[in-house]
């Protein structure tokens, strides 16, 4: 029973760049979720998607983020012409589709994005 | 004022200690609150998750949550070396979006 699969592990971008991070959710699992790690902090919601629609997007920055989950196929999160502040551990999650066990979230290893 | 404030650590205890994690909160809409545990360079895995003020056990591990205080507790008896990672601690609301501490990194010495 495979969990939450996020790949790369690592990601190495130089600045302006486009960086792409995938994320396959738990079988029987229809929600994602993206939280990013800074060192020092504590993981951030970034956004909540279900298959084809962005349900929560409001941790998000405004401009160069965004992130999908299609039909088929895996979420992406990507982040366009990157910068250094960009580096972090990007965490993806799912959850259920049951609304009793909706809010365990199960997280993926992350992906370690570095910009150089 | 910090909707989750946790004591950052780092916390180090010999072997078959009793330890205890803390995190208080100030936004009375969390409904269910959660301790996460996270070894290094991995992602968080569930360990506890309750609605209600109270204790709720788990083998070696014991939540606790005082709603009329706003804080959450967790603790570990007899722990372990492998018991040695950072805990956070995470509320939710009517969505699903979570809210995390900062993290207790805790080193459990053999």
């Known amino acids: 029973n495979a969990g939450v699969m996020q790949n790369p592990r690592h990601l190495v971008r130089r600045r302006g760049q486009e960086a792409r991070l995938r994320c396959s959710p738990m079988k029987g699992h229809s929600h994602v979720y993206w939280y990013r790690q800074l060192p020092e902090e504590g993981l951030k919601f970034m956004v909540y998607?279900?298959?084809?629609?962005?349900?929560?997007e409001s941790g998000m920055p405004k401009e160069r983020f965004s992130a999908e989950f299609p039909k088929e196929g895996p979420s992406i999160l990507r982040i366009q012409q990157v910068v250094r502040g960009d580096s972090a551990a990007y965490f993806c999650a799912s959850s259920p589709p049951n609304p009793e066990e909706g809010e365990k979230l199960f997280f993926g290893s992350g992906t370690q994005l570095s910009v150089l | 004022q910090k909707e989750v404030e946790q004591d950052p650590g780092p916390l180090s205890v010999p072997e078959g200690a009793i330890v205890s994690l803390n995190c208080t909160y100030s936004n009375s809409a969390f409904q269910y609150f959660m301790w996460y545990r996270q070894y290094s360079r991995k992602g968080p895995e569930l360990l506890m998750y309750t609605y209600s003020s109270g204790n709720k056990e788990d083998g070696r591990f014991t939540a606790q949550v005082d709603k009329s205080s706003k804080y959450i507790s967790l603790f570990i008896r007899d722990s372990q070396p492998s018991d040695s990672a950072t805990y956070l601690c995470a509320w939710g609301g009517a969505t699903n979006k979570l809210i995390f501490g900062t993290g207790t990194l805790l080193a459990v010495q053999p």
């Open positions: 998607l279900q298959k084809e629609n962005i349900i929560d």
